[in-house]
C-alpha cells in the first residue's frame, strides 16, 4: 500500500510540473519542432544508447569479474537492457538493481558479492559524474552557472571519499565493523557487516579501478553527443560547448527519484540551463531526448523475453 501511494505521488508530481512548464509554452510549437526532425540525426542519437549501455556493461563486467562472476560483456550488456526496460515501470534507479542482481544471483556465490558489485559499479558512476562535472567548470568558467556545480561537486567528493576510506583503511573499516557488529536485530549488523567486507575487494584492484573511472566519464560524453544529434535534427540554437558542460548535470537532476522517468524534472532543467534558447526548442530536446532513450529500452523487453526461463529458475 505504501509503494502504491508513493507511485501515485510521483505521478501527481510529475503531472503538476508538467503542467507548469507546458503552460508557460507554445505546447503546438515544441510538437512542431519535433515533427521537422531530421531523421538521419534522430537515428544516430538512437544508435549513440548501443554505446552508451555497451560502455555500461562493460564497467559492470570488469566489476563482475573481480568477483568471480564469468559474465560475458554480451550477456552483461542484455542484462543491462533488461534492467533499463523495466526502470521504466520500477521506482528510481532501484528497481533496475533489483532486476539486475537478479539475473546475476548464484546459488554458488554469495549474495553480498552481488550487492557489491553493483554497489561498486554505482559508486563508479557517481565518481565519473562528479569528476566530469569538477573539471567543465574549471576548463570553460567563463560559461558555467558555478552555483549549480559546487553543491554537486562538493557533496559528491565528501561522499566518494567517505565511501573509499571507509573500505580503504582498515583502521576506519573496524570501526564501522564493529559498529555494525552491535545490531543483533534480525542479524541485520551481520548482513551489513558481510556487505561492507564484500566492498573491499576494489582496494586491491587499483588499475581496473582507473579504468572503470575512464569509462564512467566516457559515459557522459556518449550522452553529450546523443543530445548534440538531436539538436542537429531540430536545429536549435545551443552549442557543443553548452551541451558539454550541462546535459551530465541534467543527468544527475534526473535521476531523483520525484517524478516518473524523471519527466518534468529533466524538462525544468533543460529549461534552466539553456536558458537563452527558446523554451520549445528545449522542451523539445528533452523531449526527443526521452523518448529515443525510452524506445531504445523496449529492446530490453525483447531480451527479457528471451531471459525468461533463466530469471524463472532463480526466483
Known sequence: MKQFLLSLARI???????????????????????????????????????????????????????????????????IYIIGLFFGNFLPSTVGTDVIRGIYIADKDKQLSDVISSILIERWLGLLGIVTYVTIMPIIFF????????????????????????????????GFFFSLF??????????????????????????RQLVINLTLSFMIQLVFVFTNYFIVLSQDLDITFIDLLIYVPFISVISMIPLTINGLGLREWAYITFFGGTAREQTVALSLSFFIITVLFSLLGGLFFLTEKKSIKEKI
Open 12 to 78: 501527481a508530481v510529475t503531472l503538476l510540473i508538467l503542467y507548469f512548464i507546458f503552460a508557460k509554452i507554445d505546447f503546438f510549437g515544441t510538437l512542431e519542432v519535433m515533427r521537422n526532425s531530421n531523421l538521419i540525426f534522430i537515428v544516430l542519437a538512437f544508435l549513440t544508447n548501443f554505446i552508451f549501455t555497451y560502455i555500461l556493461a562493460l564497467r559492470w563486467q570488469m566489476v563482475l569479474k573481480l568477483y568471480g562472476f564469468n559474465v560475458s560483456v554480451f550477456r552483461s550488456f542484455k
Open 142 to 173: 567563463n560559461r558555467v552557472q558555478i552555483k549549480y556545480f559546487i553543491p554537486l561537486s562538493a557533496g559528491g567528493i565528501i561522499l566518494s571519499v567517505l565511501f573509499f576510506a571507509s573500505i580503504a583503511n582498515d583502521r576506519i573499516f
Open 181 to 206: 557488529s552491535k545490531i543483533k536485530v534480525l542479524k541485520f549488523g551481520e548482513k551489513i557487516n558481510s556487505l561492507f567486507t564484500s566492498l573491499r575487494l576494489i582496494k586491491n584492484h587499483k
